[in-house]
């Protein structure tokens, strides 16, 4: 009988805990480092003048080496910041997809804009 009170208390003291305002806090921050990368990343394709299926790639890249750039700052031990390592690794990366395709088309139509108005 002993042992099985030992194995219900290493049971319990194995079981994660979080807080609940620190864990909101963190994926605040990644939510908002995707969306400020997605606005960089858009901004950065239209003006290089990348079309169709090459932005988006260049937006997948991009979110990439986002989740690699957080995993590294929680020290690759998101296990200590957030409940699951999906959520580092996918939380909010179709979400800033559309800030994207924004700050995608509006440099890339002035990009074509300008070429047209010097020629």
Do not use: C, H
């Not at 807080?19 to 290089?48: C, D, H, M, Y």
Request: no cysteine.
């Amino acid at each position: 009988m002993g042992s099985s009170e030992k194995r219900s208390k290493d049971a319990m003291s194995d079981i994660p805990t979080f807080s609940g305002e620190n864990l909101q806090k963190n994926l605040k921050v990644i939510q908002n480092s995707r969306t400020f990368l997605s606005i960089i990343a858009g901004v950065l394709a239209g003006i290089s003048g990348f079309t169709g299926l090459t932005g988006f790639v260049f937006y997948f890249v991009v979110m990439l080496i986002t989740s690699v750039g957080l995993i590294a700052k929680a020290g690759f031990s998101a296990d200590l910041y957030f409940d699951s390592w999906n959520r580092v690794l996918f939380d909010g990366f179709l979400g800033g997809l559309m800030s994207f395709v924004l700050f995608w088309t509006y440099p890339f139509g002035s990009r074509s804009l300008v070429v047209t108005l010097v020629l």
